[in-house]
T-cell receptor, first 114, second 113 residues
């Protein structure tokens, strides 16, 4: 059973560019959340997708947007990249009501903005 | 709003010694609580979770945690540290209606021979 998979694993972009990160949830999971983890910090919640809609959003600007597809996979898009967007981006999937079963994370995408 | 405080950004123990990583939470509603472990350049792995069943929760790799409502704490323990336990540990809280996790700043566990 494949867990949560993310692509690419590493990415280098220039300031002002746009980036798309991808995530496939664990089999049987229908909810995908995205987190940003800056160096030396805990992960910060960006947003959550369920039934192809954004259900919750953290304190991130509109430059961060996402999408969920009918097969439950998801994309995170970041426009007009800033140096401060350099971080590990984590995707987490979950199923069932709330988080009673926990959230399962992928290996992350390391984004470096130069 | 919910929050988590992890006391001690670094904890050092000797192999075979007791591991104690501290976590205190703040929540206006009964919480769900989690411990995750992160190895270098990897994602997060769920160690254990508290979701209102038994207050003493056992997880993987010999770790356990006890939910103490009166102290708003959810400390992580392991009786005997192993070299492979060296990693970053994150405590997280969630309310029961939503799936957003609020993480602490993490504690790096160092294990010496």
């Amino acid at each position: 059973d494949a867990g949560v998979t993310q692509s690419p694993t590493h990415l280098i972009k220039t300031r002002g560019q746009q980036v798309t990160l991808r995530c496939s949830p664990k089999s049987g999971h229908d909810t995908v959340s995205w987190y940003q983890q800056a160096l030396g910090q805990g992960p910060q919640f960006i947003f959550q997708y369920y039934e192809e809609e954004e259900r919750q959003r953290g304190n991130f600007p509109d430059r961060f947007s996402g999408h969920q597809f009918p097969n439950y996979s998801s994309e995170l898009n970041v426009n007009a990249l800033l140096l401060g967007d350099s971080a590990l981006y984590l995707c987490a999937s979950s199923g069932g009501p709330g988080l009673s079963y926990g959230a399962f994370f992928g290996q992350g995408t390391r984004l470096t903005v130069v | 709003a919910q929050s988590v405080t992890q006391l001690g950004s670094h904890v050092s123990v000797s192999e075979g010694a007791l591991v104690l990583l501290r976590c205190n939470y703040s929540s206006s509603v009964p919480p769900y609580l989690f411990w995750y472990v992160q190895y270098p350049n990897q994602g997060l792995q769920l160690l254990l979770k508290y979701t209102s069943a038994a207050t003493l929760v056992k997880g993987i790799n010999g770790f356990e945690a006890e939910f103490k409502k009166s102290e708003t704490s959810f400390h992580l323990t392991k009786p005997s540290a192993h070299m492979s336990d060296a990693a970053e540990y994150f405590c997280a809280v969630s309310d029961r209606g939503f799936q957003k996790l609020v993480f602490g700043t993490g504690t790096r566990l160092l294990v010496s021979p």
